[in-house]
Nanobody, 122 residues
Framework: QFVDSGGGLVQPGGSLRLNCAAS????????IGWFRQAPGKEREGVAC???????VYTDSVKGRFTISRDNTNNTVYLQMNSLKPEDTAVYYC??????????????????WGQGTQVTVSS
């Protein structure tokens, strides 16, 4: 349903843009979120965007990450700036059938990408 891409190795302070391409119309997934999972840790919500473009972010990425969507191309992006070593994780995009953003748990999301690795290290 989703294909994640754009991860890689970057130095602290650097930037990456993650891409989430949906196989169906973006309208089928009105709310799309990005989650991340570091080794030994639970999957945590990072950002989410609703059909109308409204967004929510977890506190640790506010002011550094920006989520956006292009409904014409069925793609959601996560622009990550000022990256820190603690941002290192596998990042997943996920879609919901309901137009409500939830970051506290991954449970409500119906469809998931395969994940893309982000490593922030000097």
């Amino acid at each position: 349903q989703f294909v994640d891409s754009g991860g890689g190795l970057v130095q602290p302070g650097g930037s990456l843009r993650l891409n989430c391409a949906a196989s169906k119309s973006a309208g089928d997934y009105p709310a799309i979120g990005w989650f991340r999972q570091a080794p030994g840790k639970e999957r945590e919500g990072v950002a989410c965007i609703r059909r109308d473009g409204s967004t929510v972010y977890t506190d640790s990425v506010k002011g550094r990450f920006t989520i956006s969507r292009d409904n014409t191309n069925n793609t959601v992006y996560l622009q990550m700036n000022s990256l820190k070593p603690e941002d290192t994780a596998v990042y997943y995009c996920a879609g919901r059938r309901f137009d409500v953003c939830v970051l506290r748990t991954p449970g409500p999301y119906d469809y998931w990408g395969q994940g893309t690795q982000v490593t922030v290290s000097s």
